[in-house]
């Protein structure tokens, strides 16, 4: 009998994880069941009653210094609208301050000359406070570099500063649902206001989901008041439940240092997304993630095995080896999400690890401070040396294009483009390359494949994994946050896999065939007697 591997029971656990997970989110949009004989609350807004609806600011979370932004006389809250604010800033909250949104919902027959305290008071009520405001640093200014800049006009900053959000959105429970009083879902437990028989009041609650980190903007010491749009929208009791459960997990991520940024790209999974979307969103990203761990097995698994480069295009591995360490140096200046960062972190050390084999380099330890570094000098074979002069040269004929075109971008690039400092330019010319014109070089090893009228060499494996998530990266490249040159680049690996697929059709590999590289042996004298390489000769050569 044969046991399944490990990668295949570990890949079935994970998918089965992933779809359980699919399966619990899925759970929270099915109404819970109110049983006869037990109590149950029904919805205040089952009859449909009048409401008005008021918007105060103010400092402090718990003020009685408030001031009132909006009223609305009998509030249609059964439409989504939007309400423009304009909100007086106060010189508290202009000194690196906080500012809150108090947004209350009240029936008509409530006196509406009531103070604030008086109307958050009330038991027919409806309350929730929104912070307006959300410390972060300010983006670096840009300049050009060979120009003349102005001191005074670059953002010193390094700490973080307040900033308002421009746009928030507040929502209430509108579906007419029955609630069983002794197993009530654990999210609503603190938003359910009870009054008169067994009913319970509208769940006003902040959509913290449709909150981005683009709509933040800085207040300036100059800035008296600001305009703010505030948006409503009615929701239902599943997504309500949705964004209270999503508001708690990230509460926890962010407990165990998960910057703002990177909670930020996880509410663009969720905001606007149906059950049906954000279900499909969750297993591809389980089947992207499996992939990934699939392929690097793999592929670490393939080039630990391997102690010879035929087939292979050693400047297509130098090359992956460079463009990946300038890629994940690009994206950590430019902040990137750790969604983007860690995979491409991983990605550069294996291809690091890769170059230094292929370079056959050896770290050889000695009485100094410095390990000493040594290149080792194998035995090469014909197969080998043959595959050297097919990858030499394609890189010739790559060079006459391809080095024109990058200096000629730098120097465009520094003479009209602003840039935050040097490095920036740096990083950014050499990016620019890489994600325009890196698929050029993963053109050898497919001029490499042409004239050894094989595949056989490649780990196939490990590149039908990365393949797939080629297709995968182009779904998520309009998901998640990240440089337009990034989002660019994830098509266009896509060509070039097509190219590679097309190949192995053209030459389909003969597992039943002797290794024509391995029929007759002679020895080559490099000039040192005690250095002898065996030459593997093909069959009719």
Not at 69 to 78: G, L, P
Not at 294 to 321: C, E, H, P, Y
Not at 433 to 458: D, E, I, R, T, W
Request: aromatic content about 14%; glycine content about 4%; proline content about 4%.
């Amino acid at each position: 009998m044969q046991w399944f591997s490990f990668s295949v029971i570990l890949s079935g656990i994970f998918l089965a994880y992933i779809i359980y997970s699919i399966y619990s989110l899925s759970l929270l949009f099915i109404s819970p069941v109110c049983e006869d004989g037990k109590p149950c609350l029904k919805s205040y807004l089952s009859e449909r009653p009048q409401l008005d609806l008021y918007i105060y600011s103010s400092v402090y979370k718990k003020s009685r210094d408030v001031d009132l932004a909006y009223t609305a006389h009998n509030f249609d809250y059964t439409r989504a609208q939007t309400i423009p604010t304009t909100l007086n800033i106060p010189r508290k909250t202009q000194d690196n301050g906080t500012l809150f949104l108090h947004i209350l919902l009240t029936p008509t027959f409530v006196d509406q000359s009531r103070s604030f305290v008086d109307l958050k008071k009330d038991i027919y009520t409806s309350y929730t406070t929104i912070k307006m405001t959300q410390y972060t640093v300010p983006e670096a200014e840009v300049f050009k570099l060979l120009g003349e800049k102005n001191p005074g006009t670059k953002d010193t900053f390094v700490r973080p500063v307040s900033h308002i959000k421009s746009r928030v959105t507040f929502t209430i429970m509108t579906d007419d649902v029955t609630l069983p009083l002794y197993s009530m879902p654990i999210e609503l437990v603190d938003h359910i206001k009870i009054v008169g028989k067994m009913t319970f009041l509208p769940v006003v609650n902040c959509d913290f989901l449709q909150t981005r980190q683009r709509d933040l903007e800085r207040i300036m010491p100059q800035n008296n008041a600001m305009n703010v749009t505030v948006e409503y929208s009615p929701v239902s009791l599943g997504k309500l439940r949705l964004v209270l459960h999503v508001q708690t997990a990230i509460a926890n991520l962010r407990n165990i240092g998960i910057s703002d940024k990177d909670v930020d790209e996880v509410k663009g999974i969720f905001a606007d997304t149906n059950i049906y979307l954000l279900g499909g969103t969750v297993f591809i990203a389980g089947v992207h993630l499996l992939f990934d761990f699939l392929a690097i097995k793999n592929d670490v698994s393939f080039w630990r095995k391997k102690s010879n480069l035929i087939g292979l295009s050693k400047w297509t591995v130098m090359w992956r080896a460079f463009s990946q360490t300038i890629i994940f140096l690009y994206l950590c200046d430019e902040e990137s999400s750790l969604l983007v960062l860690i995979p491409t972190g991983i990605s550069t050390v294996i291809e690091l690890w890769k170059l230094k084999k292929i370079s056959r380099v050896e770290l050889i330890t000695c009485q100094g401070i410095l390990p000493k570094i040594q290149f080792k000098s194998d035995s090469i074979n014909a197969a080998e040396m043959k595959t050297r002069e097919f990858d030499a040269e394609s890189m010739r004929y790559l060079s006459y294009l391809l080095y024109p075109i990058v200096i000629s971008g730098a120097v465009y690039s520094l003479l009209y483009q602003p840039h935050k400092s040097w490095y920036s330019w740096t990083i950014n010319s050499l990016v620019n390359g890489v994600y325009a014109f890196g698929f050029l070089f993963m053109l050898p090893q497919l001029f490499v494949n042409y004239k050894l009228k094989s595949v056989a060499h490649l780990p196939w494996r490990a590149f039908m994994y990365k393949a797939f998530n080629t297709f995968i990266d182009d779904v998520f490249a309009f998901i998640i946050t990240m440089p337009t040159a990034h989002r660019i680049a994830c098509f266009r690996d896509d060509a070039v896999f097509l190219i590679y697929l097309y190949q192995r059709w053209l030459y389909p590999v003969d597992k039943s065939r002797v290794d024509t590289d391995t029929v007759t042996e002679e020895t080559v004298d490099f000039g040192d007697a005690s250095k002898k390489t065996i030459i593997h000769k093909r069959n009719g050569q």
